[in-house]
T-cell receptor, first 112, second 116 residues
Framework: AQSVTQPDIHITVSEGASLELRCNYS??????LFWYVQSPGQGLQLLLK??????LVQGIKGFEAEFKRSQSSFNLRKPSVHWSDAAEYFC??????????FGAGTTVTVRA | GAVVSQHPSRVICKSGTSVKIECRSL??????MFWYRQFPKQSLMLMAT?????????EQGVEKDKFLINHASLTLSTLTVTSAHPEDSSFYIC????????????FGPGTRLTVL
């Protein structure tokens, strides 16, 4: 069975500072990995995804994530956070049928 | 981009009544739709997979007689919570996928159900 762990429930970061959100997955085969962002009143928006190839994936809004098979991790990063990045972030792993299993999410608060 | 809507955004009902939630893909045809449930500060839990014209596939532990799913067209799926009880109160989210082998799901904004 596939599963995702997001160790950090809540992260507070200053505007302009860098951000890293951790994600560890458990899956028997090659995983399909996703990061989504959820803002109040809006649906989950796909930030980026990894299927194969280059392990450093670029996404929208200046986000990137790195797949590390040896660590079963897919951490999300952004070099400089903007106030509009305050939201809930979810890591997800998908199987061959693209059914998604989500982590518990990380709430990001951005302080001025 | 692909847009998915849900209606209603919020609903409050009395215990024992049934509630229907609609999920629509506005600018694309969705061969597959998914229904999730999200508890406060918790992850999204997949409830069922809905394919147009066929019966929904429910995840283990989800009561199919309680959560009725109908995918009547390529743009509409409905979730009916039958004989709702307070423990059914939750945030219900749908997503839609364009093709059978497409990896990307487009999510609706969710429906907050409160059962009194």
């Amino acid at each position: 069975a596939q599963s995702v762990t997001q160790p950090d429930i809540h992260i507070t970061v200053s505007e302009g500072a860098s951000l890293e959100l951790r994600c560890n997955y458990s899956y028997g085969a090659t995983p399909y990995l996703f990061w989504y962002v959820q803002s109040p009143g809006q649906g989950l928006q796909l930030l980026l995804k990894y299927f194969s190839g280059d392990t450093l994936v670029q996404g929208i809004k200046g986000f990137e994530a790195e797949f590390k098979r040896s660590q079963s991790s897919f951490n999300l990063r952004k070099p400089s956070v903007h106030w509009s990045d305050a939201a809930e972030y979810f890591c997800a792993v998908g199987n061959y049928d693209y059914k998604l299993s989500f982590g518990a999410g990380t709430t990001v608060t951005v302080r001025a | 981009g692909a847009v998915v809507s849900q209606h209603p955004s919020r609903v409050i009902c009395k215990s024992g009544t049934s509630v229907k939630i609609e999920c629509r893909s506005l600018d694309f045809q969705a061969t597959t739709m998914f229904w999730y449930r999200q508890f406060p500060k918790q992850s999204l839990m997949l409830m069922a997979t809905s394919n147009e014209g066929s019966k929904a596939t429910y995840e283990q532990g989800v009561e199919k007689d309680k959560f009725l799913i109908n995918h009547a067209s390529l743009t509409l799926s409905t979730l009916t919570v039958t004989s709702a009880h307070p423990e059914d109160s939750s945030f219900y989210i749908c997503s839609a996928r364009i093709g059978a082998s497409t990896d990307t799901q487009y999510f609706g904004p969710g429906t907050r159900l409160t059962v009194l």
